[in-house]
């Protein structure tokens, strides 16, 4: 009765003092946003930056965040706000002390916007630092080679498939009608068809079929292109809200899309679940069970790897291969290199990984197609920790007070001008080959290692994608020729929650040995 008394009597005032409550609210909002101006004032930026994140908005809406991120570290260097609390950077040394200092977490944005499940959260999506450690370090010996160890010998059977695939049905031979082949498409399925048989143990068998098994490939992507639609509009926190969250999230109960794809995964994982007594298997669930990863988080941290270990791959390898492609000089050296290398093999069936790490030019190949081409332009955010960081930017100081979210500017880093010389924005693996100064080199190196992310939040799946990586270019040069087939527009692209969708990436393929 008494709460009821106050209310009226609220309401009553309020409503005889209207214009002066109007006033009220619309100056406490403009102090609290001329506030959030000053507290980044200092940080160079476009002037709409202090004020609002429409601007942001809109290129993420446009799926062209990645180039904004670009053209914005270009006009204002090399630290730059982008939003009133949030900048990015595109040096190198800071994005390594924020991913090492202590004291920097991952911001809210990981839960909000990159959990898989309803409210469940995997490695990738934990920003509590604490449940972030304690869970990497029971699956980290899973994702490595030495507690999995099926890992090359599965990865092996996938790349016989891709290449059996191109044998059967797309080579073109002399004198007949070229079959073209969708190259993106095909890489799609390789690095499903991988991260199910690493993840899970059974593999979705899409390039044994040539086709996208049950839409997982559609789904994921559709996924993406929603996720990001929810980004732009700054409401992708409304998936994991309570009651409407549950309607919106994908789940097991749904008869296609991204549901379908988590329950299908959710059977393999039960199956093997039941058979843990009797199973011999030693791959990465094996391990992860090892480690007392099990019921629902087992779940969610091998679901997360069909999240974060096929777009990324796939986008690296189809970014690679198109400047291969379109660089004859650079696909004869490789296939120099490849060729000597197999002439005195002293392998069967697919090349050992071992091998391929000490071929200076394909690695100089596969760091330069990360380079021009990073997969991966997520800002993936970080908060500066309470109290505030000073760090260093081009040999200045500058204060980022505590809650400031910084995010990477990952294309204008790898593509810095001041680094890479001139040519930075052109593809030329020779850069990694000929560089004299070996400091630079080192720095070079680690810069590039950047595109896996650094410390304690460094992708997990990097053994696992750079396995793919070098036995498929190897495999691909050794056993083909190739061609981009329309090469006036080479595919169509774009880029939805930092991950490129490529599509229509039409090549001619030949046999060498012919
Ligand atoms: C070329 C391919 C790939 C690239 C460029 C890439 C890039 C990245 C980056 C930049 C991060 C760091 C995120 C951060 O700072 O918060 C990350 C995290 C992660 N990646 Fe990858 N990734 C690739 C492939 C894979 C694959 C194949 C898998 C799975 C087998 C995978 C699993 C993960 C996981 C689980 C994390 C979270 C690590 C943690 O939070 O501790 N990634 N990845």
């Given at each position: 009765m008494a709460v009821s008394q106050t209310l009226n009597q609220v309401l009553g005032l309020v409503t005889e003092h209207k214009v002066e409550v109007a006033v009220a609210f619309v100056a406490i909002y403009l102090l609290s946003q001329i506030r959030a101006y000053f507290k980044l004032s200092h940080i160079p930026g476009p002037w709409f930056a202090g004020w609002s994140d429409i601007p942001h908005s809109w290129s993420i809406w446009n799926e062209r965040a990645y180039q904004y991120y670009y053209d914005i570290s270009k006009k204002y260097g090399k630290i730059t706000r982008i939003g009133p609390n949030s900048v990015i950077s595109s040096a190198p040394e800071v994005w390594i002390h924020v991913n090492t200092k202590p004291g920097y977490r991952r911001s809210d944005w990981y839960f909000k916007a990159a959990r898989v499940e309803y409210q469940r959260d995997n490695v990738f999506s934990q920003a509590d630092t604490e449940k972030h450690d304690a869970t990497r370090k029971k699956i980290a010996p899973g994702y490595s080679g030495r507690e999995n160890l099926e890992l090359e010998g599965s990865v092996d059977t996938r790349v016989v498939a891709f290449l059996n695939l191109i044998r059967t049905k797309y080579l073109s031979v002399d004198n007949s009608p070229v079959k073209v082949m969708d190259l993106a498409k095909k890489i799609q399925f390789f690095t499903m068809d991988v991260i199910s048989l690493v993840a899970?143990?059974?593999?979705?068998?899409m390039l044994d079929r040539d086709s996208d098994v049950n839409n997982f490939v559609k789904s994921s992507e559709d996924g993406l292109l929603i996720n990001n639609m929810f980004m732009a509009l700054n409401l992708a926190w409304l998936v994991q809200a309570p009651v409407i969250g549950r309607l919106l999230a994908p789940s097991v109960k749904d008869k296609t899309g991204f549901g379908a794809m988590m329950r299908e995964c959710f059977r393999y994982i039960d199956e093997r679940v039941e058979n843990a007594e009797t199973d011999t298997r030693r791959d990465m669930l094996a391990s992860f069970y090892r480690h007392g990863v099990k019921g629902d988080e087992l779940k969610s941290e091998v679901l997360e790897q069909l999240v974060a270990g096929s777009d990324t791959t796939a986008g690296a390898l189809r970014g690679t291969m198109l400047h291969v492609l379109s660089t004859p000089r650079v696909q004869k050296r490789m296939q120099e290199e490849i060729d000597a290398v197999y002439a005195k093999?002293?392998?069967?069936g697919v090349v050992p990984h071992a091998v391929v790490k000490q071929m200076p030019y394909m690695q100089a190949v596969i760091r330069e197609g990360l380079r021009i081409w990073p997969p991966v332009l997520l800002l993936l955010p970080k908060d500066v920790p309470a109290g505030g960081d000073t760090i260093v930017v081009d040999g200045k100081k500058v204060f980022l007070p505590g809650g400031t979210c910084i995010g990477v500017s990952t294309l204008a880093m790898h593509h810095d001008k001041e680094l890479y010389?001139?040519?930075?924005?052109v593809f030329r693996p020779e850069r990694w080959l000929l560089e004299k100064d070996q400091e630079k080199l080192a720095m070079m190196t680690r810069i590039n290692d950047l595109t896996f992310g650094h410390?304690?939040?460094?992708?997990?799946?990097k053994p696992v994608a750079q396995m793919e990586i070098n036995k498929m270019l190897f495999e691909w040069f050794r056993n083909f020729d190739w061609a981009v087939a329309k090469p006036h527009r080479p595919w169509r692209l774009t880029n939805a929650f930092g991950l490129f969708l490529i599509s229509d990436f039409w090549v001619q393929v030949t046999d060498r040995d012919a």
């Open positions: 899970f143990g059974t593999t979705f068998g093999r002293t392998w069967d010389g001139e040519d930075a924005d410390g304690k939040w460094q992708c997990l799946g």
